[in-house]
């Protein structure tokens, strides 16, 4: 049996754990924190076996995938899944260089309805690819290796994760400056049943020396934080 899907919520936030405003991100401007979420997001589990082609998967909202630059979507290198209640629930598997708007990436988008749907789409994916049979890739099941599942927004999704046992875990770049916001991500403490890691637990899930204490990009002071379930 595989191992059940865990979830991987990324964000930046305020104090406020302010996460957008007007359809964009708050800030301008924090381009080695957004470094950090494509490189992170990017880099697949050290366990991956080597003969296979392994790619991560990116749950997003339809609103947030509007709010990523056209030229950056799909995002590349990943597998991205975007949740719309107009959508029906087959997915529709395409590859990019088979499009006209993204023939330089290896991305591919598949539209579900709901996050439940979501789930039920790579358990089923995780128990056919592991075979990677002629069928399961007829079928649009690719053939390509599932690593790290994560929650990149926006705030309706992410409340919705964090109600399912398999988020279980937040990758937060706290950022201290205050910027207005008209989205959140809902609150994480230890009173919230939340517990914030290491430096140590958050480079060795991340695979890399991610850079410890507070950061600053244009007058925007922030830290990367891993938060894990109690
Ligand atoms: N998490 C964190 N830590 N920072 C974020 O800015 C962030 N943003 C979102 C979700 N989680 C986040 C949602 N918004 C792109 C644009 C907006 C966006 C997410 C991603 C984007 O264009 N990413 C590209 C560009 C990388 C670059 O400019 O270096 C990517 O390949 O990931």
Redesign the pocket.
């Known amino acids: 049996m595989p191992p059940p899907i865990e979830l991987t919520l ?3 936030a305020t104090r406020q754990m302010g996460i957008g405003k007007a359809g964009t ?1 708050p800030w301008t401007g ?2 080695k ?6 490189r992170v ?1 990017k880099r697949v589990p050290a366990s991956s076996d080597p003969s296979t082609k392994t790619q991560n998967v990116l749950i ?1 909202g339809r609103k ?1 995938w509007d ?3 056209p030229n ?2 799909p ?2 290198d990943r597998l991205n899944i975007v949740i719309s209640r107009s959508h029906p629930d087959h997915h529709h598997h395409h590859d990019a260089d088979s499009d006209d708007a993204s023939e330089t990436t290896a991305a591919s988008v598949v539209k579900l309805s709901s996050l439940d749907a979501v789930l039920r789409y790579l358990q089923a994916r995780q128990a056919t690819t592991s075979f990677s049979s002629p069928a399961a890739v007829k079928e649009g099941q690719s053939g390509i290796q599932m690593g790290k599942v994560f929650v ?3 705030g309706e999704i992410y409340a919705a994760a964090l109600r399912l046992k398999e988020a279980r875990r937040v ?1 937060l ?1 706290s950022v201290q400056n205050d910027f207005e916001c008209d989205t959140f991500f809902p609150q994480i403490s230890e009173e919230t049943g939340w517990e914030k890691q290491s430096k140590e637990a958050l480079d060795a899930w991340t695979g890399e020396d991610v850079p410890g204490g507070e950061q600053e990009e244009n007058g925007t002071r922030y830290e990367f934080q891993m938060w894990e379930r109690k």
Do not use: C, H, N, Q
């Not at 924190?33 to 494509?38: G, I, L, T």
């Open positions: 990324v964000v930046a991100l924090l381009r924190e957004m470094a950090y979420f494509a997001t997003m947030t709010s990523i630059p950056f979507r995002l590349k990149i927004g926006g990758l770049t």
